[in-house]
């Protein structure tokens, strides 16, 4: 039972256009969201976060949305750069669980020059 | 720099033969966590340590187990690998609840 979803495996955008990696969630219990980021070889570093009790949170070329009533984030990178290319992963933390992330599967983005 | 190191990169081992990976942070982080991440599939967290205080997470398998001798090191163990155990395992450390994980590269494990 997966209750972190991304739905596309992969996404590929022209360079200066937006990105919009998408994630649902299944458990009412989750309230704080988290984006990483991962190179190949590398671990995934953080990116950006948002709490349940706000429904955007800003960084620079990031930002994230979150609709609770729809269980959905999305995460909007603007404008995409090459080097934005790598597997994006969303993951959510729950009341009670504070210590422990479920992830999604990640999306895969390649910006293209 | 401070970082989260794992040891070793890749590691091929036979059916059932023990096998341990390592990893290290130089960010004084109270919290380790040990993830399993299969091919295309979400990491998986194993289990992690609050200082000494050891959270397993009620599906891993007995087959795996940890240690953290101090706050920089944290041991996985796998006692009796089996051919699905196969998969890339992350490390990561965090200075308590809510905070931010900081992610070592992981292990490559191949049980053959």
């Known amino acids: 039972d997966q209750q972190v979803k991304q739905n596309s495996p992969s996404l590929s955008v022209q360079e200066g256009r937006i990105s919009i990696l998408n994630c649902d969630y299944t458990?009412?219990?989750?309230?704080?969201f988290l984006w990483y980021k991962k190179y190949p070889a590398e671990g995934p570093t953080f990116l950006i976060s948002?709490?349940?009790?706000?429904d955007k949170n800003e960084d620079g070329r990031f930002t994230v949305f979150l609709n609770k009533s729809a269980k959905h984030l999305s995460l909007h990178i603007v404008p995409s750069q090459p080097g934005d290319s790598a597997v994006y992963f969303c993951a959510a933390s729950a009341r009670g669980a504070t210590n422990k992330l479920i992830f999604g599967t990640g999306t895969l983005l390649a910006v293209q020059p | 720099d401070a970082m989260v190191i794992q040891n070793p990169r890749y590691q091929v081992t036979q059916f059932g033969k023990p096998v341990t990976l390592s990893c290290s942070q130089t960010?004084?982080?109270?919290?380790m966590y040990w993830y399993q991440q299969k091919s295309s599939q979400a990491p998986k967290l194993l289990f992690h340590?609050?200082?000494?205080?050891?959270?397993n997470e009620a599906d891993t398998p007995d087959n795996f187990q940890s240690r953290r001798p101090n706050t920089s090191f944290c041991f996985l163990d796998i006692r009796s690998p089996g051919l699905g155990d196969t998969a890339m395992y992350l490390c990561?450390?965090?200075?308590?609840?809510?905070?931010?994980?900081?992610f070592g590269p992981g292990t490559r494990l191949l049980v053959l």
């Open positions: 340590y609050y200082d000494k205080d050891f959270n």
């Open positions: 960010l004084n982080h109270n919290v």
């Open positions: 990561a450390s965090g200075q308590g609840v809510r905070e931010t994980q900081y």
């Open positions: 458990n009412s219990m989750f309230d704080y």
């Open positions: 948002i709490s349940s009790i706000k």
